[in-house]
């Protein structure tokens, strides 16, 4: 029995590593290609253990100033972005022809003046402070060095895209009064809109780079540890062995191990390039086409960062532009979020009854047993945040720091997991290295937050989209959502959320949507410019390796994640959905028939079900799947009865082709 068990794990060690060498390449030319925060220096020598002891201290500095408190507001979140400047500018070359190796005279002039900042207001903190609103020449040099190297570093890590969209807003509020209609504005010199984004807590050091310092970094450096204690293999293991011996299994492992794994990390495309490196290959075994085996990945990937308890970071920022605590977003976001990922299950499972497709062989994966005996206790940290998070009434804070120290502790309860003094400081320098393209974008955003603080934009934005939606609440809804969709093109994450919170949600607050609802809904399609062509990374990733047409990928991934689409409009129309307002029989209720809403709308989208569906049972199923998602007895009970309908047809259709066989 024993060497049975040897050999399914051999096996299973096959199946995993099966053409790794080719897929690590692969998967290197996409991060360098489109992930433009992954494309790092690699150094030797005394600069590697020069830059290993500077991560090292900057997740000290955290840690610390976590548990025993930060210095004053402004000192501290300079301090951190200075951290942020100057690990960018020693980790990302200037450009493609750059060293890689190395950095260079203009990279050291860069590190030393982003020490510039922290040591001015540090100084002359009194005088600084009381100067607010009227700068002098030293604050206005210090402001505009600073507006450069955020931009400059805004570049290198995350593109061109954000660094030119600040400058766009720039020149909106330097050049207000020669806007058009109702965005002209009284403008303002760069004296007055530089020592805005420098000198309070609106602009460059403001709400965004105050979560940063805060939870990002700290719950990254959770997900660091985490992954040093070998999390990511539990993830693939357990979902190796619940789904992947069951009809279409790989697609439901990338399903679940994306999700999991996306949660945590926060970027699309590195957990495309994580896990599909590993499971689009085995979904090309099974039969499914490339464009679809990576639309699966791709969509799994980005509703990772919908999945609590984490959401890939944003739910911090979200809980602190509402105000409210970071459990209620956990608890806002966990039926929508749910949904998203039935709609890809039900939709994988469709597809593959319809292709015919199987899943692997059970003796060649892991047994759960096997992989919970192993590695189950890896699980007991996820446990323990969510009762501190809920149950222990301490801060989030509080509870990251002790979340990583339990996680530390139980890591070495297992020969498998045992972390060494190594792993240990190896951890906390990949958390700073992870933190800095956040941190980055965070600091970037802050300078277009500023402007439409500064100038009122984004109330004028709002009554824009406002005015083109009319009356109905439905049109003002699309038009969000395609402004979001548009401002979230080529955005990582975070500042994408951020950006469209700050423009989009206020329309949907003064229509009467509860805020929560209104910066979810922003959140969610801020998230699927990540799947949506032209500009579509996620699905380019993931095409990349899956060897097929990112476009059709991209189109396919969309198709596969139509349901998350249609969600935000649930909650929007319907809070209970969110469990907002709402007593348990509600949210229950609402919750179900959202669930029979996003079943039939996979079987509309495959047109698949026992059998094939005819065209005109698509448009009826697509009528009923949306009866269901509009709150309602009459329009429950119309989806509710065409559920039946649809089940009746295809499953005598399904007779009838077994008899004439």
């Known amino acids: 029995m024993t060497d049975i068990k040897k050999n399914s794990t051999e096996e299973t060690t096959a199946i995993s590593m099966e053409a790794t060498e080719e897929m690590q390449k692969k998967s290197d030319e996409i991060i360098r290609k489109l992930d433009k925060e992954a494309t790092t220096r690699t150094f030797s020598g005394f600069m590697k253990k020069f830059f290993f002891a500077l991560c090292v201290l900057v997740s000290c500095y955290h840690l610390y100033t976590a548990t025993f408190g930060p210095p004053l507001t402004l000192i501290h979140r300079s301090i951190h972005v200075s951290m942020m400047l100057i690990m960018t500018f020693l980790m990302y070359p200037l450009c493609k022809k750059d ?27 009194q005088g600084f402070v009381e100067r607010a609103g009227n700068a002098n020449f030293m604050d206005m040099l210090m402001a505009t060095l600073l507006v450069i190297l955020v931009l400059e570093a805004s570049r ?9 969209l600040s400058l766009v807003f720039i020149a909106y509020g330097i050049f207000g009064r020669s806007m058009p209609g109702m965005f002209m504005h009284r403008g303002y010199d760069w004296t007055s809109l530089s020592n805005h984004f420098f000198a309070n807590t609106e602009g460059i050091y403001g709400t965004s780079v105050s979560v940063s310092a805060s939870y990002i970094f700290l719950f ?18 357990m979902a190796l062995g619940l789904a992947g011996h069951t009809k279409g299994g790989p697609a439901k492992v990338s399903v679940l191990a994306s999700g999991l794994l996306g949660s ?6 590195a957990n495309v390039v994580t896990t599909g490196a590993f499971t689009i290959p085995l979904m090309k075994k099974t039969g499914y086409s490339k464009e679809f ?14 999945l609590p308890p984490i959401m890939g970071a944003a739910a911090f920022i979200m809980a602190e532009m509402l105000g409210v605590k970071y459990s209620s977003i956990i608890v806002w976001a966990a039926i929508p979020a749910l949904l998203y990922y039935l709609g890809i299950i039900i939709q994988v499972q469709l597809r593959a009854s319809k292709d015919g497709l199987v899943g692997l062989p059970k003796d060649q994966l892991p047994s759960i047993s096997a992989v919970m005996k192993t590695r189950g206790h890896l699980l007991f940290p996820v446990f323990f945040l969510l009762y501190m998070l809920f149950f222990s009434g301490t801060t989030v804070i509080y509870s990251a720091v ?3 120290v339990v996680t530390v502790i139980t890591a070495q309860l297992k020969k498998e997991t045992r972390m060494s003094l190594q792993d240990l400081f190896a951890a906390l320098a990949d958390g700073a290295k992870q933190t800095v393209s956040v941190a980055i974008a965070c600091a970037c955003v802050g300078i277009i937050i500023g402007v439409c603080s500064k100038t009122g934009f984004g109330l004028t934005m709002a009554n824009t989209i406002i005015a083109l939606g009319g009356t109905s609440i439905l049109f003002t809804l699309v038009f969000t959502m395609i402004t979001c969709m548009i401002l979230g093109m080529g955005l990582p994450s975070i500042p994408a959320y951020i950006i469209t919170a700050a423009i989009a949600a206020p329309a949907l607050s003064k229509l009467g ?6 910066h979810m809904f922003s959140f969610y399609y801020a998230m699927f410019a990540n799947l949506t062509p032209p500009v579509a990374l996620a699905s380019f990733a993931a095409a990349g390796l899956s060897g097929g047409d990112p476009m059709k990928t991209g189109v396919a991934s969309v198709k596969l994640a139509l349901a998350g689409f249609i969600v935000p409009f649930m909650f929007v129309f319907s809070p209970q959905l969110m469990l907002i307002n709402t007593t348990f029989l509600e949210g229950a209720w609402t919750s179900l028939t959202a669930c029979v809403g996003v079943f039939l709308l996979s079987v509309a989208v ?3 079900l026992f059998a094939h569906v005819a065209t005109w049972l698509r448009i009826v199923t697509l009528a009923g799947a949306l009866g269901l998602m509009q709150p309602g007895l009459l329009t429950d009970a119309v989806g509710i009865a065409t559920l039946a309908v649809v089940f009746f047809i295809q499953k005598k259709k399904e007779a009838s082709l077994k008899t004439s066989e």
């Open 99 to 125: 060293s890689f190796t190395k950095p260079s005279y203009l990279d050291w002039v860069l590190v030393a003046a982003s020490l510039a900042a922290p040591i001015y207001i540090s100084t002359g903190y």
């Open 156 to 164: 290198r890590v995350s593109g061109n895209v954000l660094s030119i």
């Open 220 to 237: 990254i450096l959770f997900g660091a540890v985490m992954s040093k204690s070998g999390m990511g293999q539990l993830f693939n293991d």
């Open 264 to 269: 945590i990390n926060g970027s699309a495309v």
């Open 293 to 306: 085996a990576g639309a699966v990945e791709a969509s799994a990937s980005v509703g990772g960062q919908l």
């Open 402 to 404: 002790l979340t990583i």
């Open 513 to 518: 949507i509860p805020p929560a609802a209104a």
């Open 606 to 608: 495959e047109g698949y």
